[in-house]
């Protein structure tokens, strides 16, 4: 038994050592496996790395040179802008502009490269360097160095590809006024953001487009969209290999004005090169139907840059970036008709009050004259007709100032009119002050004579062209007074509400009547020629110490059914009816031509 339970024991441990032989052999096979796995996974890279940097090193390294990743701004189309009946103010093109990517070059190639840039795009090449050091050597964004470059250029950049890697030309969205300097003051133009611009507006890329000045900076929000980005491949020539992801810019909407094109036309033609401004809004609605002014300027020269003769006439001794319409200026006898509101409204006189008239009146012992013989007695109606100087005088006498000023700013004269909802920075308003206002202003007392030169716009009387209009069309809408707005999206909305002023309807009628007669048989008689309906309105000739006088008008019409007012100054231009009231009938004659109005060709 015990023999046998040794060889059974021995047997069994046999087979236990074969069996831990045989798991030691598989292990161990299973290790090399693994190892030759690891082994191989491990070659791999390397020697696809060997391959890389030895067998392909030179070419790879070229490569790496020559490819690039970029990203590119996409510039959104800037919206247009339209006139009231949808026609184009300003639009957009295409144009090309050139950038230079910083990182791609030392600080001594860009020297080298801007030699030769600079001479190509026409920019010097310290402003080129300038322009580099402000963006910095290490700058993964492009740096515009020239913007909206002509054929030659692109030619020239184009043969000199080689030699300029770090220089790219891209195809971009320009502004284009395609009537130039037509409503320049008022369209304003676009350009480059400004740093404060762009601090202020994080999501603005370099290079962004942004409304300057006027509709372009008022409605900026509006035109300008969003820009979209790409990311592309290029090679050492800037040339684009493949795009390799894009998202779309969002283009800007239009937006539409009130001013129409073609008595914007109109207006400054028949203005031509002379000093001065034209003024038309609807007397409804204070929507601004034309707004010239000149000298003026042409938008399209902000899209590209400047050059020193074009800057050197914008700060030039005319002005051009001045806009007359929104400028005080004496305006003589068409301030009359705010005296005889005056007059009337302070309980003093009566629309039925006659007054008799001389060829001078002695007031304080100085002697104020009448521009003609004295027209005997006679109402307001006659005395605005006729323009009676001492009518007036005697008029403003017993109103006295106060009440002058007051009837100024019911009309809208002397601040009373939002100018911001015009997009106008420099604008002024006008001025009718009182003795207070004087001492206050010029440490001057108020004498006897400011009264009598302020009842018939002289003095220290200022008043601007859209203040007058906005005065005219108090009297031709029934005594409102309306707030001048270029939007059209404004009209008729809560901020452009017109005020009523409280003036009675017999005074309003009478000095209605008496502009109609100024039409009739007055100094304005000639817009009485039957080319447009029967106008009524107010010569004013006003004295400049030292210069030519200078001739304003303003009016409405048709005189019984009102429907646009109109103001004008030509400075230097002598009478009233000579210069400014052709002009407002040329602009009449645009408007009712539009309304399908059938000339008569004889006096009313």
Not at 328 to 341: D, E, H, L, M, Q
Request: with cysteine; aromatic share 6%; proline share 6%.
């Amino acid at each position: 038994m015990a023999g046998d339970f040794s060889f059974n024991s021995k047997i069994r441990f046999d087979k236990n050592g074969l069996d831990n032989a045989s798991r030691q052999r598989s292990r161990s096979l299973q290790v090399m496996i693994f190892m030759l796995i690891v082994t191989t996974l491990m070659a791999l890279p390397i020697f696809r790395l060997a391959e890389l940097q030895l067998i392909q090193g030179a070419y790879n390294r070229q490569r790496a040179e020559n490819n690039r990743i970029r990203p590119v701004s996409v510039p959104a189309t800037r919206g247009q802008i339209l006139d009231r009946n949808g026609k184009i103010f300003a639009a957009s093109r295409v144009s090309r502009s050139v950038y230079v990517w910083p990182k791609e070059r030392s600080a001594k190639e860009w020297q080298e490269i801007a030699a030769t840039l600079g001479p190509i795009v026409k920019v010097p090449a310290a402003e080129i360097i300038k322009k580099i050091d402000g963006a910095g050597y290490r700058s993964a964004l492009p740096v515009r160095i020239s913007k909206d470059i002509d054929v030659g250029t692109f030619v020239a950049l184009g043969e000199q590809a080689n030699t300029l890697r770090g220089v790219e030309i891209r195809v971009e969205s320009s502004r284009d006024n395609p009537h130039q300097q037509l409503a320049a003051h008022l369209l304003g133009y676009v350009g480059e953001a400004s740093l404060e611009q762009l601090k202020a507006n994080p999501a603005y890329p370099m290079g962004m487009l942004v409304g300057q000045m006027g509709v372009e900076k008022l409605a900026n929000s509006t035109l300008e969209g969003v820009w979209g980005n790409r990311l592309i491949e290029v090679n050492a020539k800037g040339e684009e290999i493949q795009d390799l992801g894009v998202k779309d810019p969002i283009p800007g909407k239009p937006v539409q004005l009130t001013l129409d094109l073609d008595m914007q036309k109109t207006a400054e033609k028949a203005l031509g090169d002379r000093l001065g401004a034209v003024v038309a809004i609807d007397v409804k609605t204070g929507a601004l139907l034309t707004m010239a002014s000149w000298p003026t300027f042409d938008p399209n020269i902000f899209t590209r840059k400047v050059t020193q003769t074009e800057w050197d006439r914008l700060q030039g001794p005319e002005k051009p970036f001045l806009n007359r319409a929104v400028q005080g200026y004496p305006v003589g006898s068409t301030f009359k008709i705010v005296t005889a509101i005056a007059g009337m409204e302070s309980g003093k006189f009566s629309p039925d009050s006659t007054l008799g008239t001389s060829s001078s009146i002695n007031i304080g012992g100085i002697s104020f004259n009448e521009h003609s013989g004295g027209y005997g007695v006679i109402g307001f109606r006659d005395a605005l007709a006729y323009s009676s100087n001492t009518f007036f005088y005697q008029v403003g006498m017993a109103a006295g100032p106060e009440e002058m000023a007051k009837a100024a700013k019911k009309m809208g004269i002397g601040g009373t009119i939002n100018l911001e909802l015009l997009g106008l920075e420099s604008a002024n308003h006008g001025q009718v002050p009182i003795p207070a206002e004087k001492q206050k202003m010029y440490g001057e007392d108020w004498y006897v004579g400011d009264t009598v030169t302020m009842s018939i716009g002289q003095g220290l009387v200022l008043c601007t062209p859209l203040e007058l209009a906005v005065m005219v069309s108090t009297v031709a809408n029934g005594g409102y007074r309306v707030q001048p707005h270029l939007l059209a999206s404004q009209t008729n909305t809560p901020i452009t509400k017109k005020v009523p002023t409280g003036i009675k309807p017999a005074t309003l009628n009478v000095v209605r009547q008496g502009l109609i007669d100024v039409v009739k048989k007055g100094t304005g008689k000639r817009l009485n020629d039957g080319t447009i309906p029967l106008s009524a309105g107010k010569t004013g000739t006003v004295e400049m110490p030292g210069h030519p006088d200078n001739s304003m008008y303003v009016g409405f019409a048709p005189a019984d059914k009102p429907e646009v007012a109109i103001a004008v100054i030509v400075e230097g231009g002598g009478f009233g009816s000579v210069s400014a009231a052709p002009i407002a009938q040329e602009v009449f004659r645009t408007y009712f031509q539009k309304q399908g109005f059938k000339p008569t060709n004889k006096p009313f």
